[in-house]
């Protein structure tokens, strides 16, 4: 993936905005545990920020997928991973199945006004018993009239508190377990749906999560996403968009892990010297750098691919995974070169440390990446060839 001027006209336009209208006001949404996300998302919908890769006839700017990418790397040098993580809920996670698969009517109420800010989109998929198990998910959407009835509780939703709708995964039939889910959009006023309170969480502490508990609510079918019974495939296929996003926004914080590491054991003397002579110290700060650049180059590979219409699964999967592994190993080690200043709250190293402990769990835990990519290798068992 090569950045063009148009590329690096876009990270300008997200660096400015990330440095007056986020980072100023992050440590403030922190502390009360939300931000405001209908007055944030309003204000970069007026900038184009919301639909950079969805279709103009829906006021998004018609890019390709490599601008998505330049977006979320830059957006992810915020101070708060709870922000970013919320806005690539409304940009990656809870919208392209709509941009891809929905009417024409169902785009103009709901994914036009995403894009432009006006509404907050929340991807409802994950329940208390079905997290990566996407299969075993109970909640369940039956056919009465024009309407589907939908009963069923979802959990741990990024958004919760403030969507306007959320993107609904739930059985519309009985069956084979991947062709009996339909998507389906929920306007978050109708009767019957209701949000729990905030869940308290190791970090992203600025993004609100909670349940949600859908009670007899009543939709009209053609609230439905693309076809009936297809709703497991435009989920796999969306994960493939936020998969992608979520190891672009994590780039951002480990790069920033480093950097402030360097600056502190510089500054910081003990035993005569600077905590940065240290060969045990730099050699370390040099060689996660490298692996920061090398997750960089796989995921701008995939990128190329996804561009160019090939199916990026394995190379997608395989990004994750790393930048899982990459945001538990790396705020780890840089938070011990910070001593008893890493193991404070308000220290730089910290939050990346608690923010990015998410990255190996949602959106697919490090676990079902590595099944993936075993089976596409085929030697997953029951995919492994004879010899």
Known sequence: ???????????????????????????????????????????????????????EAYGGMGLNYSFEVAFAEEFGR?????????????????????????SDELCREFLSPAIAGEMVASIAVSEPGAGSDVA???????????????????????NAKQADFFCLLANTNEGNPHTSKSLIVVPASTP??????????????ASDTAPVFFDNVRVPQHYR?????????????????????GAAMGLGP????????????DDRIAFGRSLLDNQ????????????????????????DEYVAGKDVTLLASMAK????????????????????????EESVVNRIYRDARLVAIGGGADEIMKGIIAKLMGIHPGKRKSV
């Not at 990270?11 to 440590?27: A, I, K, Q």
């Not at 019957?192 to 502490?205: A, F, H, I």
């Not at 996403?225 to 996003?245: A, N, P, S, V």
Request: contains cysteine; hydrophobic residues 35%; glycine residues 10%.
């Open 192 to 205: 019957g749906v209701s949000v729990g309170d905030r869940l308290k969480k190791l970090g992203m502490r």
């Open 254 to 265: 480990l790069d920033r892990c480093i950097s402030s590491t360097i600056e502190y054991t």
């Open 225 to 245: 996403i693309g076809e009936e019974g297809k709703g497991f495939t435009y989920q796999m296929e969306q994960f493939q968009e936020e998969r992608l996003f």
């Open 1 to 55: 993936m090569k950045l063009t001027q148009e590329h690096e006209e876009l990270c300008r336009t997200v660096r400015s905005f990330v440095e007056n209208e986020v980072n100023p006001f992050v440590d403030e949404w922190e502390e009360s545990g939300c931000f405001p996300a209908k007055t944030l998302f309003k204000k970069m919908g007026e900038l184009g920020l919301l639909g950079i890769s969805k279709p």
């Open 321 to 344: 995974l790393k930048s899982g592994q990459l945001s538990r190993e790396l705020p780890d080690a840089c938070l011990q070169f910070w001593g008893g200043m890493g193991y404070i």
């Open 136 to 158: 075993s998910i109970k909640t369940t959407a039956r056919k009465d009239g024009d309407d589907y009835i939908i009963n069923g509780s979802k959990m741990w939703i990024t």
């Open 78 to 102: 915020c101070h708060s991973g709870g922000v970013t993580m919320a806005v690539g809920v409304q940009t990656n996670m809870a919208t392209p199945a709509l941009a891809q698969y929905g």
């Open 280 to 303: 045990a110290i730099h050699y370390r700060l040099a060689e996660l750098q490298t692996e920061v650049e090398a997750l960089r180059s796989l995921l701008y590979r995939a990128v």
